[in-house]
């Protein structure tokens, strides 16, 4: 189940606390079961990959091949498909669902998920520029990003020059982010934190994929006990 990831919707922001006082914000994101749609073997394609489908959609959005399709693999129609690579397809058949549940002995997942659209934005929002001089002769350029190219040679501006422009509405991935607690009757995920993305946008959330040997808060917690616990040796 490592490789394969699931779809939330981010409900919002909110706060948990641990009986030591200590205080945690927490996003919550509610959860979507995913189903197998389809199992690529690697006599097919070359490779050995699941198809996840995700979420309800009305039959009258559904395009023909689409509808052929999902009456072919004899499931529901789904909103989104996703392709994942694995190494061994023994774990997955066609119809399986999965829920919260691969996250049960997980610490530290990865998300991925679009970032809240600013629209155009100047250089000093979009890229914490610090404007020119407020003073002496600056006219009307304040907050301008100043020199952006040269003049004959090469007589342009490289590409990726940090300019005014579209600001967010990206696609970005939060890495190593803690797992404060599951509630799998109601499908709720709540992560440390926030993540990127405005209320109700979709997050992709897989196990992590650094090996990260920090502490959860609850290990820190049970850790500061224990230290308590044990007496101090006396000094000679």
Known sequence: MKNIALIGKKIGMTREFYKTGQLVPVTVLKMEKARVVQIIDF??????????????????????????YFAKKNTEAKRKLKE?????????????EFGLEIFKDI???????????????????????????ASHGVSISHRSHGSTGQRQDPGKVFKGKKMAGHMGDKLRTMQN?????????????????SI???KNSEVLV???????????????IKA?????????????
């Not at 994942?84 to 399986?96: C, H, I, P, S, T």
């Not at 897989?206 to 820190?220: A, C, F, G, Q």
């Not at 500061?224 to 000679?236: F, G, L, S, Y």
């Open 43 to 68: 006599e097919k394609r070359g490779y050995k990959a699941v198809q996840l489908g995700y979420g309800k959609i009305k039959s009258s959005k559904l395009t023909k091949a689409m509808k052929g």
């Open 84 to 96: 994942f690579r694995v190494e061994d397809l023994d774990n997955f058949k066609e119809g399986n």
């Open 107 to 133: 610490k530290f997942v990865d998300t991925k998920s679009k970032t809240i659209g600013k629209g155009f934005a100047g250089a000093m929002k979009r890229h914490n520029f610090g404007g020119l001089r």
């Open 177 to 193: 982010i803690e797992i404060i607690k599951t509630d799998l009757e109601n499908e709720l995920l709540y992560l440390k934190g």
């Open 196 to 198: 990127p993305g405005s």
């Open 206 to 220: 897989k196990e992590s994929v650094k090996k990260i040997n920090k502490l959860t808060i609850d290990e820190k």
């Open 224 to 236: 500061a006990e224990q230290a308590k616990k044990t007496p101090d040796k006396k000094k000679k």
